[in-house]
């Protein structure tokens, strides 16, 4: 478990590094040689207190000991010197074993502030060295702070996940344990921890003996072709207690020299990403390939041992696509070696990545045991699939892991539940595809019990041919409906804009008509609930995004029944959970619609359900255009006296302008995406640690009684801070902090009316994103009436925004009530 004072004296490393080594890799790099550096000097004098000899810092390097660096006759620039020296150095010391000569491989000080470098030092002071689980997981928390190396397609497994897979494989003690795309060395460093507690009495690893404490660590090996991951994951291992880790600079696709070597246990989260023109592998492996997800899924596979299991995390391109190495990838597994399939929900890797994954669970000896595959859906892991990943109440993987465990003690005697199902691999095979989605062969039946039960595809036509305008001339106007165009939970839209038929047809617009439903298929368009049905279009045709489904229905259902139907929750959460692709670009993919089951009532009863929801839309379109109307109107008299934004403040000023480091915990640091119709969204902020937010200036540290003002891209919009609640902001943020000579309430009303905003707009400069200057903003014109007339106004104001209150509550209780009269549809 991490210790509050180690994860401070990490945090205030990084806090002291960030101005001069901004890149969170570098920052990771500097500590770790520092800390290496300075446990050398430790061991060294841990030897002389019993009796032994320096071995690290002797025969000439005894000038770099790390006391003599941290002299107090050392001036500053002293110690940068003789500090980057030594480090440039280090390879040539003899006296220190291959692991160190490795980490101190191609180091350098990448800045020349003495006075950085300094208290940089003095902090890694701080740290001593031992093996104990309190360095290793320090270290891990190190690391934590890489997040993605996003051009290799290389994301940081969270935690929870790794140990997930490792117990589920179950690596023993004398088992080949390889990862061959080790990165950090997680899933190493888990498995010899899982063993250690496999194998204890009263502490972990306490009931194996010398040798096989010995054999396990030299069982466990690592491959990556980084060298920079190799020599953090050399020091990972080391500081979990490895005195003489494995950790091999190799490139497991292209290179033949370790292809003999096979394991009994892999585990890995290997690259997702390939190059441009893809990898150029050699030809020993047994599918065809260039993509480096279907190589490592391969290789592993294939190095093995005749009774070896692996765990392996894999991009859902793996599971579907029908592209030939792929489909000849999952018919080798199938027949092989695959034995189950974990779908983890899309946002396991946020906040690096929202990409989905799955786990295969390889088993050549239960493979030949079992003419099953078992597909488990995780749609919960512990915690939130935001950024922040915030812990939440439901966690699906201990009741994922026993279906497992069940499944591997008899996989005959299996029987599916609603987490997990057994699929007969002559069934994986019938299509050919060997698609590997388990929700494809979900044998479960939707029926109710006073409507029909149909699929989709059965009641309308989806995406229908643009070969219906063949007659049409060229010259034709339609309208043109990008995906900015369609509201978000709201079934009308208005068309804009206009093209000529000849401008759209032949491209990959999508085509539609008058009556028509527009579905958004894409992330996260589909997720916020993109769709309409269209009317009011130009001769009555559209032509709009690729993303769009366009759903045209037949006579046994209408277009306002079926609408609610696809934007409701129950389909929502149905086709989230099927969503394919990678990155932000998942899509709904075809088949799930079509074959969506629905409840079809007749007609008339269709229209009854409809006329309900309309009646509760109207209060809702009525609410929110009021909401999107409404602005504190202030009526200002001439005989005001009028005086600069600046003179009736103590201070105008902006938020940091340094990228802050994000910490797990903290104060949350806003961004304009944070402000919502003049509110702060908590819900959706990172944090910076207690140290960071301290050494800010006073005035970028909101207080009650402060205005934020937004003064970039969505300018123009106050927000009055009427909470003692820490926090922090970034540049794109102004702080107004108003003097007691003016009520704070009057001039935020003020600064949110019209009076105020006409001088933004005329302030703004930029094209891409327009801005409205500090200066500018202290040169605003407020009118200031007495005392007595700004309370009175801000009395009435703020009875208006009680108004404003019931109007958001009216939306909440009719959304709330549309909801219901859509659940009861699917009620039996």
């Not at 088992?175 to 009495?201: H, M, V």
Request: charged share 25%; glycine share 6%.
């Amino acid at each position: 478990m991490l210790d509050t004072d180690t994860k401070r004296r990490i945090d205030s490393c990084r806090d002291i590094l960030v101005g001069k080594v901004p890149d969170p890799k570098s920052q990771v790099e500097q500590i770790t040689i520092a800390l290496i550096y300075k446990f050398m000097d430790d061991m060294d004098a841990q030897s002389e207190e019993f009796g032994g000899k320096r071995s690290f810092f002797v025969n000439g390097f005894e000038k770099y000991s790390w006391s003599k660096l941290l002299a107090p006759s050392m001036g500053g620039q002293d110690t940068l010197n003789l500090y980057s020296e030594a480090v440039g150095k280090m390879t040539e010391n003899t006296h220190l074993p291959t692991l160190f000569r490795d980490i101190f491989k191609n180091a350098y000080l990448p800045y020349r502030d003495p006075e950085t470098l300094k208290a940089f030092l003095k902090e890694i002071d701080g740290f001593s060295y031992d093996h104990s689980e309190r360095l290793g997981d320090a270290f891990e928390y190190l690391l934590s702070v890489l997040g993605s190396q996003g051009d290799a397609g290389q994301f940081r497994t969270p935690r929870h996940i790794i140990d997930f897979i490792v117990r589920v494989i179950n690596p023993q003690k004398h088992e080949r344990i390889l990862d061959p795309a080790c990165g950090t060395a997680g899933f190493l460093i888990s498995a010899w921890k899982y063993i250690l507690d496999q194998n204890q009495e009263h502490k972990p690893g306490d009931k194996l003996t010398p040798d096989e404490r010995n054999k396990l660590a030299v069982n466990i090996r690592g491959y990556d072709i980084s060298p920079d991951m190799v020599r953090l994951s050399l020091v990972n291992l080391y500081l979990h207690g490895f005195i003489d880790p494995h950790v091999d600079e190799y490139d497991t696709l292209t290179s033949e020299d370790k292809w003999n070597e096979h394991a009994d246990v892999i585990l890995a989260n290997p690259p997702f990403m390939s190059p441009k023109g893809g990898i150029k592998p050699h030809k020993r492996f047994s599918i065809q390939a260039t993509r480096s997800e279907v190589l490592f899924v391969d290789y592993i596979h294939e190095h093995l041992s005749p009774n070896g299991r692996a765990g392996i995390i894999v991009p859902e391109g793996i599971i579907f696509q029908n592209g030939t190495a792929y489909k000849a990838l999952r018919k080798l597994l199938v027949q092989n070696s695959l034995v189950a399939v974990v779908s983890l929900p899309a946002g396991v890797f946020q906040p690096y990545s929202g990409v989905k994954t799955s786990i295969l669970i390889l088993d050549k000896r239960l493979a030949k045991q079992t003419d099953k595959v078992l597909f488990v859906k995780v749609s919960n892991d512990g915690f939130a699939l935001g950024a922040q990943r915030r812990p939440i109440g439901h966690d699906d993987l201990p009741q994922a892991e026993k279906a497992l465990e069940v499944f591997f003690s008899d996989p005959t005697s299996f029987e599916s539940c609603n987490l997990a199902q057994a699929i007969k691999r002559t069934t994986l095979s019938e299509s050919g595809e060997w698609n590997l989605s388990g929700d494809r062969y979900k044998t479960t039946e939707f029926k109710h019990s006073h409507y029909p039960v149909v699929p989709v595809v059965d009641v309308c036509d989806i995406n229908p041919k643009k070969s219906e305008l063949a007659d049409l001339p060229v010259t034709t106007s339609v309208s043109f409906v990008p995906m900015q165009d369609i509201s978000e939970n709201r079934i009308s839209f208005h068309p804009r804009q206009e093209r000529s038929l000849f401008e759209v047809r032949d491209g990959a617009y999508t085509y539609f008509r008058d009556g028509d439903i527009l579905l958004a298929k894409v992330s996260p368009c589909f997720e916020n609930g993109k769709a309409g049905l269209a009317h009011g279009l130009k001769n009555g045709i559209g032509f709009g995004s690729s993303e769009f489904y366009v759903l045209r229905v037949s006579e046994r259902i209408i277009p306002e029944y079926l609408y609610y139907i696809v934007t409701s929750e129950r389909f929502h959460s149905e086709a989230t959970s099927q969503m394919t692709g990678t990155g932000g670009l998942q899509r709904v993919p075809r088949a799930v619609l079509e074959s969506f089951k629905i409840p079809l009532p007749t007609i008339e009863e269709q229209r009854e359900i409809v006329d309900e929801i309309t009646g509760y839309q109207k209060i809702i379109d009525g609410a929110r255009q009021v909401l999107e109307n409404y602005q504190p109107h202030i009526a200002v008299k001439k005989q005001w006296p009028v005086k600069s934004l600046s003179s009736l403040c103590l201070a105008i000023t902006d938020g940091d302008h340094q990228p802050p480091p994000k910490s797990n915990e903290g104060v949350p640091f806003i961004t304009i995406s944070n402000i919502d119709n003049g509110d702060i969204d908590f819900s959706k902020t990172f944090f910076v640690s207690e140290k960071y937010f301290e050494a800010l200036g006073p005035t970028k540290r909101p207080r009650r009684g402060d205005i934020l003002y937004t003064v970039t891209g969505s300018f123009g919009i106050p927000v009055l801070i009427q909470s003692e609640k820490k926090f922090c902001f970034q540049r794109h943020i102004g702080l107004i902090r108003p003097a007691e000579s003016i009520n704070e309430k009057y001039l935020y009303y003020i600064l949110r009316s019209d009076y105020a905003y006409r001088q933004a707009e005329q302030a703004a400069t930029g094209v891409a994103q327009k801005t409205v200057s500090l200066s500018s903003l202290r040169n605003f014109n407020i009118p200031i009436p007495s005392i007595e007339e700004q309370k009175r106004i801000v009395d009435e104001l703020d009875a208006e925004q009680v108004l404003i209150g019931a109007n958001k509550e009216l939306i909440t209780r009719f959304e709330t009530k549309i909801k219901v009269a859509i659940d009861r549809v699917w009620e039996n």
